[in-house]
Nanobody, 122 residues
Framework: QVQVVESGGGLVHAGDSLRLSCAIS????????MGWFRQSPGKEREFVGQ???????SYGDSVKGRFTISRENDKATMHLQMNSLKPEDTAVYYC????????????????WGRGTQVTVSS
């Protein structure tokens, strides 16, 4: 059974940094990608970024230059380093696992965590 668990959310001030982590277990993928999405009340789920099995990363336009995705060598743990946080970054952040697609749409992912809340105060 695949399990996806996010951690590291919290309340920070604008300009602060925060690091989220995602632990994925139980899968047998030999190829694929891990991604981060976020969703705030009344808005659609937004692509934050992904890291593919090759190590190549890509990011959504709203976080480019501020957020960085990294991964442990075991490919079971992923991190999202968020710098220069803004109030508009406030959302529930989700980690997900997928394969065979581009990895920029929520429909590209098969397994999801429950999310972790990030709140940025002004």
């Amino acid at each position: 059974q695949v399990q996806v668990v996010e951690s590291g959310g919290g309340l920070v001030h604008a300009g602060d940094s925060l690091r989220l982590s995602c632990a994925i277990s139980g899968h047998t993928f030999s190829d694929g990608y891990m991604g981060w999405f976020r969703q705030s009340p009344g808005k659609e789920r937004e692509f934050v970024g992904q890291i593919r099995w090759t190590g190549v990363t890509s990011y959504g336009d709203s976080v480019k230059g501020r957020f960085t995705i990294s991964r442990e060598n075991d490919k079971a743990t992923m991190h999202l380093q968020m710098n220069s946080l803004k109030p508009e970054d406030t959302a529930v952040y989700y980690c997900a696992l997928g394969r065979y697609r581009r990895g920029v749409y929520s429909g590209d992912y098969s397994y999801w965590g429950r999310g972790t809340q990030v709140t940025v105060s002004s």
